[in-house]
């Protein structure tokens, strides 16, 4: 599908790195120490702030006496900080932030830590400089904290240039070749260094032949993005083709246990390195809707990504291997299989057999990054195996950026979801699990978590686009996404506030009031007016837009909702449906078990119930259905309001990107409401009790 966003402009919206972002610091007497490459860029930062500000910057060595500073930058001189920033660039990400003698001292484990600590203080603002004494220490929860970018070096004919990208073109490629001129990638690092990004795969999960070549042929113009992510502390990925070596490589096999395959691997890596010695890895999506993997050769996936990991292993590169493997071609009238059990089984029996540099990528859900499904228990299915959870900041099913989301709330609930208690208590967090913070699990009596973690992984948003991410609101969520890689703990409300602040400084406060009453509740407002009590899917096949409720019924995707006159849902129960909610451990296990105990919002991802059975909320099936659609216009309808009253106050250009897109929200909103109510009043012929108008 071809994106919908206005493309390229010289000067895009400066999203939330304003020149006035860097006031306070900028009036300052900053000092920075240090060496290394991100203590330049910091500089430069820094300088440039100064003068802008007023300010006066000098820079010097680590250890040198400072007199006169308000804000001190420096490695800190107690630590091996030199050990930290050469040989592993994601160590010494950390800082303390502390004040002496009146000054503002952010002490760093390593030159990364530099660039993180001065964002923070951007951040904090004025606060930095006249809020309490402060003795803080900042790190990383993980150190993969990476994005996605589903971007094709040629326009694909169907899927465009971005699969599944609502923000104009590439921000790397143009007419089939790496741009010429990477300002704009500049600038897109330095926003992502600002939020914590550490790592940046290029290119599209499905690799087609052109894309292919960039691990060979095209390497010189990888190296060119490389060297632009590099002073940002942002290393760079390449998705790559299972079947490289004989796309590329005039092999005839791609089987991971031919020992030619394995030297080609090793040969391809050995250049990607020495290129790039500072290269990240290889994300792989095989045997997955189309992609080829090592299943054609009767191996594992264990078999494939670990050949690949001894090829990338004298460079302690990594393979992200994506875990979102089922069959695409089911026979709908087929109801024992599930696509939903897929990951699990071909997964979990693997763990344990992964290399310790194969990161496994799982979704977020068992489906495929809906508005709402239950948390993929393959997360907590594979002990031994490095897990990363892979969310999905492009709004594919959440609105597509025509629809102000923020998603926030939704990766806060994934990441603080616990598999061992249903009210979280002492027991590891989703977040635990990808950042290795769980070190024993009691209940799976698999002992410990004892591999390194594999972090978070994420598809970006972002585009050519003006205001980069389509719907200028989109910022927050690509803000908050790389926040929340930092700290998967902090509060989506503090952080739709933080983003505000930087991406609006010096708008009244009731700006940020209004953008909370837009954000704060747009996920649930979204899946009120598209996707009740856990059915997905019911969206236009192909480009997902809009909706369609038998879209995808008799299709091969193996995404049904079964409903009939009677009823709806998919019986996934372990007594007498599909076995899915046996996958889990308990308690979760039984409370999916059993509609008495079941959650609402997922009930009919459990189960089939008719239209008139009774909700906990006290409401029926149907009933609910009429309910929240008509809540979900209403709630549009209301944020348009809120928006309206401030609108005035902001850059105009955003104002009528933002109003565009609330009249294709609300014109939309009012579709899916019309559209579902009317499909299920007719399927039950059970009136809306309120008797509100359906067609
Ligand atoms: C979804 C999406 C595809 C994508 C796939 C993936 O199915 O629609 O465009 O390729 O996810 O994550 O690999």
């Given at each position: 599908?071809?994106?919908?966003?206005?493309g390229?402009?010289?000067?895009?919206?400066?999203?939330?790195?304003?020149?006035?972002?860097?006031?306070?610091?900028?009036r300052?007497?900053v000092?920075?120490?240090?060496?290394?490459?991100?203590?330049?860029?910091?500089?430069?930062?820094?300088?440039?702030a100064?003068?802008?500000f007023?300010?006066?910057f000098s820079?010097?060595?680590?250890?040198?006496?400072?007199?006169?500073?308000?804000?001190?930058?420096?490695?800190?001189?107690?630590t091996?900080?030199?050990?930290?920033s050469?040989?592993?660039?994601?160590?010494?990400?950390?800082?303390?932030?502390?004040?002496?003698?009146?000054?503002?001292v952010?002490q760093?484990?390593?030159d990364?830590g530099?660039?993180h600590?001065?964002?923070?203080?951007?951040?904090?603002?004025?606060?930095a400089?006249?809020?309490?004494?402060a003795?803080?220490?900042?790190?990383p929860a993980?150190?993969?904290?990476?994005?996605?970018?589903w971007?094709?070096?040629?326009?694909?004919?169907?899927?465009?240039q971005?699969?599944?990208g609502?923000?104009?073109?590439?921000?790397?490629?143009?007419?089939?070749?790496?741009?010429?001129?990477?300002?704009?990638?500049?600038?897109?690092?330095r926003l992502l260094?600002?939020?914590?990004?550490n790592?940046?795969?290029?290119?599209?999960v499905?690799?087609?032949?052109r894309?292919?070549?960039?691990?060979?042929?095209?390497l010189?113009d990888?190296v060119?993005?490389?060297?632009?992510?590099?002073r940002?502390?942002?290393?760079?990925?390449?998705s790559v083709?299972?079947?490289s070596p004989?796309?590329?490589?005039?092999?005839?096999?791609?089987?991971?246990?031919d020992?030619?395959?394995?030297h080609?691997w090793?040969?391809?890596?050995?250049?990607?390195w020495?290129?790039?010695?500072?290269?990240?890895?290889?994300?792989?999506?095989?045997?997955?809707?189309?992609?080829?993997?090592?299943?054609?050769?009767?191996?594992?996936?264990?078999?494939?990504a670990?050949?690949?990991?001894?090829?990338v292993?004298?460079?302690?590169g990594l393979?992200?291997w994506?875990?979102?493997?089922?069959?695409?071609?089911?026979?709908?009238?087929?109801?024992?299989?599930?696509?939903a059990?897929?990951?699990?089984?071909h997964?979990?029996?693997?763990?344990?057999?992964?290399?310790?540099?194969v990161?496994?990528?799982?979704?977020?859900?068992?489906?495929?990054f809906?508005?709402?499904e239950?948390?993929?228990?393959?997360?907590?299915?594979?002990?031994?195996?490095r897990?990363?959870?892979?969310?999905?900041?492009?709004?594919?099913?959440?609105?597509?950026?025509?629809?102000?989301?923020?998603?926030?709330?939704?990766?806060?609930?994934?990441?603080?979801?616990?598999?061992?208690?249903a009210d979280g208590?002492?027991?590891?967090?989703?977040?635990?699990?990808?950042?290795?913070?769980?070190?024993a699990?009691e209940?799976?009596?698999t002992?410990?978590?004892?591999k390194?973690a594999?972090?978070?992984?994420?598809?970006?948003?972002?585009?050519?686009?003006?205001f980069?991410?389509?719907h200028?609101?989109a910022?927050?969520?690509?803000?908050?996404?790389?926040r929340?890689?930092?700290?998967?703990?902090?509060?989506?409300?503090?952080l739709l506030?933080?983003?505000?602040?930087?991406?609006?400084?010096?708008?009244p406060?009731?700006?940020?009031?209004?953008?909370?009453?837009?954000?704060?509740?747009?996920?649930?407002?979204y899946?009120?007016?598209?996707?009740p009590?856990?059915?997905?899917?019911?969206?236009?096949?192909g480009?997902h837009?809009?909706?369609?409720?038998?879209?995808?019924?008799?299709?091969p995707?193996?995404?049904?909702h079964?409903?009939?006159?009677?009823?709806?849902?998919?019986?996934?129960?372990?007594?007498?449906?599909?076995?899915?909610?046996?996958?889990?451990?308990?308690p979760?296990?039984?409370?999916?078990e059993?509609?008495r105990?079941?959650?609402d919002?997922?009930?009919?991802?459990?189960?089939?119930v008719?239209?008139?059975?009774?909700?906990?909320?006290g409401?029926?099936v149907?009933q609910?259905?009429?309910?929240?659609?008509?809540?979900?216009?209403?709630?549009?309808?209301?944020m348009i309001?809120?928006?309206?009253?401030?609108?005035?106050l902001?850059?105009?250009?955003?104002?009528?990107?933002v109003?565009?897109?609330?009249?294709?929200?609300?014109?939309?909103a009012?579709?899916?409401?019309?559209?579902?109510n009317?499909?299920?009043?007719r399927?039950s012929g059970i009136?809306?009790e309120?008797g509100?108008?359906?067609?």
């Open positions: 599908m071809t994106a919908d966003a206005p390229f402009v010289p000067t895009p919206h400066p999203a939330w790195l304003p020149d006035d972002a860097f006031a306070a610091l900028g300052r007497r000092v920075v120490a240090g060496d290394g490459a991100l203590a330049g860029t910091v500089a430069e930062e820094v300088a440039a100064t003068a802008r007023g300010g006066s820079r010097l060595e680590v250890g040198d006496g400072v007199a006169d500073a308000d804000l001190v930058l420096t490695l800190a001189t107690d091996d900080a030199g050990s930290a050469g040989t592993d660039p994601d160590a010494g990400e950390g800082f303390r932030l502390t004040r002496e003698g009146g000054a503002v952010v760093a484990d390593g990364a530099l660039l600590g001065l964002f923070h203080v951007v951040r904090l603002g004025e606060a400089f006249d809020g309490p004494d003795d803080e220490t900042h790190a993980t150190g993969l904290r990476m994005l996605d970018h971007d094709n070096v040629d326009t694909h004919p169907v899927m465009g971005v699969e599944r609502y923000s104009g073109g590439s921000l790397f490629y143009e007419d089939g070749v790496v741009r010429a001129d990477l300002s704009r990638v500049e600038r897109y690092a260094a600002a939020v914590g990004i790592r940046v795969a290029i290119n599209n499905n690799v087609h032949r894309e292919a070549r960039l691990l060979t042929d095209d010189g990888v060119r993005i490389a060297a632009v992510f590099r940002w502390g942002i290393r760079v990925h390449l083709s299972f079947a004989i796309l590329l490589g005039g092999l005839s096999t791609s089987d991971p246990l020992t030619d395959v394995a080609w090793v040969r391809a890596a050995a250049r990607v020495s290129a790039i010695p500072d290269f990240g890895g290889f994300v792989v999506k095989a045997d997955s809707e189309g992609q080829p993997g090592p299943f054609a050769y009767g191996r594992t996936h264990a078999d494939g670990n050949m690949l990991a001894a090829a292993e004298p460079y302690d393979i992200h994506r875990a979102f493997v089922y069959d695409h071609r089911q026979d709908w009238r087929d109801r024992s299989t599930d696509r059990r897929a990951a699990y089984d997964f979990h029996p693997l763990d344990g057999a992964f290399a310790d540099n990161v496994v990528q799982v979704k977020y859900g068992p489906m495929d809906q508005v709402r239950p948390v993929s228990p393959v997360l907590a299915a594979m002990p031994r195996t897990i990363a959870l892979e969310l999905q900041v492009t709004q594919e099913y959440t609105g597509q950026q025509r629809h102000a989301v923020y998603l926030g709330p939704q990766w806060s609930q994934i990441l603080g979801f616990s598999f061992w208690s208590g002492a027991s590891p967090t989703v977040a635990d699990l990808a950042t290795g913070r769980a070190k699990v209940d799976p009596g002992g410990a978590w004892h390194p594999g972090g978070f992984a994420a598809v970006s948003n972002a585009g050519d686009d003006e980069w991410t389509g200028p609101f910022q927050a969520n690509l803000y908050a996404y790389g929340l890689c930092w700290d998967p703990t902090l509060d989506p409300a503090d506030d933080e983003w505000a602040g930087l991406t609006f400084p010096g708008a406060d009731a700006v940020r009031q209004a953008l909370h009453t837009v954000l704060d509740g747009s996920w649930e407002t899946e009120r007016y598209t996707s009590l856990g059915v997905g899917f019911m969206v236009r096949p480009h837009y809009g909706p369609d409720v038998d879209g995808y019924e008799y299709t995707w193996g995404t049904y079964f409903a009939d006159r009677d009823g709806i849902g998919v019986d996934r129960s372990v007594r007498t449906g599909t076995g899915y909610a046996g996958q889990y451990p308990s979760w296990r039984e409370t999916y059993s509609t105990t079941c959650p919002e997922l009930l009919l991802f459990f189960h089939h008719p239209y008139t059975h009774v909700l906990h909320s409401s029926t149907i609910h259905i009429y309910d929240t659609h008509f809540a979900g216009v209403d709630a549009v309808e209301r309001e809120a928006w309206s009253a401030v609108s005035p902001v850059d105009p250009r955003l104002a009528e990107r109003a565009e897109r609330f009249a294709e929200q609300l014109r939309s009012t579709e899916w409401r019309d559209q579902i009317t499909y299920f009043l399927k009136p809306d309120r509100r108008t359906i067609y």
